[in-house]
């Protein structure tokens, strides 16, 4: 089964790197994506998750230029992932990856 981390962001440019590497830590075990779902931020989130992209297959992301806010960014998110299980984390490091409730 593929799960599918969803991370709403806005100016979160420095925590992707951090995000990115702790949630693949965490979820080494399993079959996963990251999908970072950004509402243009002026600090170029998009632009590092789309870098990072390049290199890690694991990494999605959509940039959004309309409809702003966290409750339509998840709800996107989740219509846009594409693993049969779907999570949400937040990308300012306030969830730890590590905490899970799926075995």
């Known amino acids: 089964m593929k799960l599918s981390v969803i991370s709403p962001t806005f100016n979160e440019a420095d925590n992707i790197p ?11 075990h399993i ?43 998840v709800i ?5 992932a594409q693993g049969e299980a779907v999570a949400c984390i937040d990308a300012a490091l306030q969830h730890d990856p590590k905490t899970r409730t799926l075995d």
């Open 18 to 28: 951090l995000l990115v590497e702790q949630l693949g830590q965490a979820l080494s």
């Open 31 to 73: 079959d996963y994506e990251i999908l970072i779902v950004d509402d243009n931020s002026p600090d170029l989130t998009w632009s590092v998750a789309e870098r990072m992209s390049l290199t890690n297959p694991r990494v999605r992301v959509l940039r959004r230029m309309c409809d702003p806010g966290l409750g339509s960014a």
């Open 76 to 80: 996107e998110g989740f219509s846009t």
